[in-house]
């Protein structure tokens, strides 16, 4: 037998590092969330320019009509400089000797081109036919980019050998002496009067609709799609789940079947999800035609597919965890095997069974390989729920790893990529928050 001060020593030691090993594990969360959601947050919080007044008011008219037109008839007159500074160097290439033209017009046409993005399209032009063309930059931040790109060239010095050192090269000296020359440091000293930036709350990012492709909008559809899939996959998991425990527990003979059973479960809980989304397609699309194509009704029943087993597994050890004599007293009564399941144990159980749910939420709404065959596309619109049992839907963990992947313009849409990440975070929290109050509501009742 241990004595008395070496057991006090253990249990101290045990419950240091249980401490220390939360406090890493916290550390660790923060260290990974903190960064996602401070940047997620500026997707719903940054400072906007007219430019991004202008999309609001002419593409889904909010915003006061009066006001924006004042802005931008006092913009316009900040930004007339920058459109002079370019005609006049335009009209003063054409008179520029062959060699100097050469040199000076592709350094030129860089410079016009950072900025229709920085400002949009210049007077006289015919406007663009894709909306991303048609306005200038949105948001301050990639405003500020933008305006670098004006004022700096790119360029490498390879004297070190390798790959070069890349050295960025003021414009300004390009053009010293030319028509152009004032205007990179007026485009320096003027950026706030050309742009007007004013701090922003754009709470709708959550429920827009995007517009081409992401540049502009929010992600209405894609939240609301993780949200159906999510709430599919329990509705159809939780029953399936609970009744198979139910039956496991209380009803079948321990001999092989059972155990392979068990056997069985434990294994697909370890089966990667690419497998459930091929599985997926296959039967439910391919053979038992539950939709022609991709649908929420089939990414749903997927996604419940892959969280059965842990739903399973919980299931059974919160019924095996109540006592024995619960079921004994209940039985003693007069209840029958399963009035005593249903009235006594179940209630007894839930919130072991709940815990299990919990996590499962969270899996399936994180989820991207199941619903990439079975559920998700790039873009689409919001779904009605009658919608769902025919239609695919964008979900946030697909277009998270789209927009990252294979967008054109990642860098120009880098806030979009973070606040779906921050959005699915809190997403998945309000979701599991939800279950943990009922699950508290649900013990305390049995407490009392």
Not at 84 to 102: C, H, N
Not at 185 to 190: G, M, S
Not at 265 to 278: E, H, K, N, Q, Y
């Amino acid at each position: 037998m241990l004595r008395l001060g070496t057991r006090k020593l253990l249990d101290r030691s045990f419950t240091g590092l249980g401490v220390l090993s939360i406090t890493l594990l916290t550390a660790a969360l923060l260290i990974l969330l903190a960064p996602m959601c401070l940047r997620g947050i500026g997707a719903y919080v940054f400072q906007g320019t007219v430019e991004f007044r202008r999309v609001l008011l002419e593409k889904l008219q909010r915003g006061d009509r009066d006001e924006l037109k004042r802005e931008l008839a006092a913009t316009a007159r900040a930004r007339q400089p920058v459109f002079d500074a370019l005609l006049a160097f335009q009209q003063e290439l054409d008179r520029m000797p062959a060699t100097q033209r050469r040199k000076l017009k592709p350094e030129f046409e860089q410079v016009r081109a950072a900025v229709k993005e920085l400002l949009g399209p210049l007077p006289g032009e015919e406007i663009p036919l894709m909306m991303r063309s048609q306005y200038g930059q949105t948001r301050w931040d990639r405003a500020q980019v933008k305006i670098r790109k004006i004022l700096f060239a790119e360029d490498y010095d390879f004297s070190g050998g390798g790959l070069g050192r890349k050295m960025l090269k003021p414009r300004a000296t390009t053009f010293h002496g030319t028509a152009l020359e004032p205007l990179f440091a007026y485009v320096e000293h003027h950026a706030v009067a050309m742009l007007a930036p004013q701090w922003t709350f754009y709470g709708r990012f959550l429920t827009d609709e995007s517009h081409d492709a992401h540049f502009f909008g929010g992600i209405g559809p894609e939240a609301l799609g993780t949200l159906y899939l999510t709430l599919g996959a329990i509705l159809f998991a939780v029953p399936m789940g609970v009744i198979a425990a139910i039956y496991l527990v209380e009803y079948a003979r321990e001999n092989r079947l059972v155990r392979l059973l068990r056997i069985c479960i434990s294994t697909l809980a370890g089966v990667p999800s690419i497998v459930f989304g091929l599985f997926g397609l296959a039967f439910f699309i391919n053979t038992v035609h539950l939709s022609a194509n991709k649908s929420v009704l089939v990414g749903a029943l997927t996604l419940g597919l892959l969280i059965l087993p842990t739903i399973i597994r919980a299931s059974e050890e919160a019924l095996r965890a109540v006592p024995e004599a619960y079921k004994q007293a209940a039985l003693s009564l007069g209840a029958g095997h399963w009035r005593s399941v249903r009235t006594v144990i179940l209630p007894a159980a839930l919130p072991g069974i709940l815990t299990g749910v919990i996590i499962s939420m969270g899996r399936a709404a994180g989820e991207t390989a199941p619903i990439i065959f079975t559920a998700a596309v790039s873009v689409g619109k919001p779904l009605t729920l009658w919608q769902t049992l025919s239609q695919p839907t964008p979900a946030l963990p697909w277009n998270i790893y789209n927009l990252c992947s294979e967008h054109v313009a990642v860098d120009e849409i880098r806030h979009v990529q973070y606040g779906m990440v921050f959005t699915l975070v809190v997403l998945v929290l309000l979701l599991n928050l939800a279950a943990i109050i009922v699950r508290a509501r649900i013990s305390k009742g049995l407490r009392t």
